[in-house]
Each structure stands twice: as structure tokens, then as C-alpha cells.
């Protein structure tokens, strides 16, 4: 069946370095690929997606970049901060339905101050 | 976005019993979910909670343990039949809002005991 996978399950940077969560989907059809970050105890918030008509979406100190062809998209933040220490999940519309998303394995991040 | 509230936040069941969760939005929505999240594990969909007629369940959950209703366009309820220790999780609902985007709400945390 569809499923995403999502690497790495957990990720320790220093602060200001830069962090990237990857992840690969198996449904050709899929054409919305949304990030969410979930803290400890809280929802998932969203914070950026993309497009299957866009290879390249930033708003500040994120970005994500999408490859159709290899069925790639990553999720890139820079100069990292304590407060960006969360789970990130992303995920991959079922089909040709943006509404019905599948979650990746998510990837615990830990900003080190 | 939309402010999404649900009722109860968390709760302390007794095996055999069902628990219903309340899930309202502030505004008219086209489309409510409904997820499942086990603990430290991701994001899995239950259901899309239609106004007016049958929720459509993903592979995997069926009507009779997870019934869902959704009377108008700001208000859904899911419902945790004849519950076991297995179904110990976070319980949250989705909203659409423009196209694709989804907005969660602050989530069930149900213990099974």
C-alpha cells in the first residue's frame, strides 16, 4: 500500500547549525506534501508545504524542496534554535486527493543550546 | 486557520465502555477528520467525517468500533466502542481549510484501563 518513509527518526544539532528530515513517498499520484511539528504535549501545527507543481518552498528559516521524479522531499531549517526542538512529520496526499494525507514515522529534533 | 477545540482533552476508561469525543470549530469547514495517534508513534486516519451522510473509513477501522457523526459544518463526534487497553491513544480531529490545508485540533488523550 502507499506509505511514506522518514529519515532520521531522531536528529541532535547545535544551535545555529543547520538540520534536513527526508522523505521518500510511494504513490506517484500523491501532489501535496505538507510539514507538520508537533511538541511535546501539543498538536501538530503546520508549518510549510509544497506542491507537486513547485520544487522549492521557503518562508524564512525554512525550506522544502520536492523531487517528483525520484519521489524525494526534505524538509530543510537553518540556523536552528532551541525552540525548534520538536517531532516533525511529514506527509503525502493519498492519491490524487490533496485532502487525505499519510503521515511519516516522524523525526525528533534536538536543538543543543 | 480556525480556532478547534475538543471535548473531553483527556480521559481514564474502563474496558468494555465506549467514549465519545466532541470535536467543534469556530467556522464552516468542507471536510473533519479523524486520527489516531499511539503513543510516540505518528499520525494514522481514521476516518473523513462527511456532513449529512456516512463517514468514509480508512483501511483498517470500520463503523461499528469507531461511529461518527456529523450533523452540520462545524461539529463532528467520534466514538470509541466496546474499548480495550489497545485502544489507548491521542484522538484528534482535522479541519480542511482552503484547499488542502489541515488544522488540528488540540487532541483526546484516551487510557484504557
Known amino acids: 500500500g502507499e506509505n511514506v518513509e522518514q529519515h532520521p527518526s531522531t536528529l541532535s544539532v547545535q544551535e545555529g547549525d543547520s538540520a534536513v528530515i527526508k522523505c521518500t513517498y510511494s504513490d506517484s499520484a500523491s501532489n501535496y506534501f505538507p510539514w507538520y511539528k508537533q511538541e511535546l504535549g501539543k498538536r501538530p501545527q503546520l508549518i510549510i508545504d509544497i506542491r507537486s507543481n513547485v520544487g522549492e518552498k521557503k518562508d524564512q528559516r525554512i525550506a522544502v524542496t520536492l523531487n517528483k521524479t525520484a519521489k524525494h522531499f526534505s524538509l530543510h531549517i537553518t540556523e536552528t534554535q532551541p525552540e525548534d526542538s520538536a517531532v516533525y512529520f511529514c506527509?503525502?496526499?493519498?492519491?490524487?486527493?490533496?485532502?487525505?494525507?499519510?503521515f511519516g514515522t516522524g523525526t525528533l529534533l534536538a536543538v543543543q543550546p | 486557520s480556525a480556532v478547534i477545540s475538543q471535548k473531553p482533552s483527556r480521559d481514564i476508561c474502563q474496558r468494555g465502555t465506549s467514549l465519545t469525543i466532541q470535536c467543534q470549530v469556530d467556522s464552516q469547514v468542507t471536510m473533519m477528520f479523524w486520527y489516531r495517534q499511539q503513543p510516540g508513534q505518528s499520525l494514522t486516519l481514521i476516518a473523513t467525517a462527511n456532513q449529512g451522510s456516512e463517514a468514509t473509513y480508512e483501511s483498517g477501522f470500520v463503523i461499528d468500533k469507531f461511529p461518527i457523526s456529523r450533523p452540520n459544518l462545524t461539529f463532528s463526534t467520534l466514538t470509541v466502542s466496546n474499548m480495550s487497553p489497545e485502544d489507548s491513544s491521542i484522538y484528534l480531529c482535522?479541519?480542511?481549510?482552503?484547499?488542502?490545508?489541515?488544522?488540528f485540533g488540540p487532541g483526546t488523550r484516551l487510557t484504557v484501563t
Open positions: 482535522s479541519v480542511l481549510i482552503a484547499s488542502d490545508e489541515q488544522y
Open positions: 506527509a503525502a496526499s493519498m492519491g490524487g486527493a490533496t485532502n487525505k494525507l499519510i
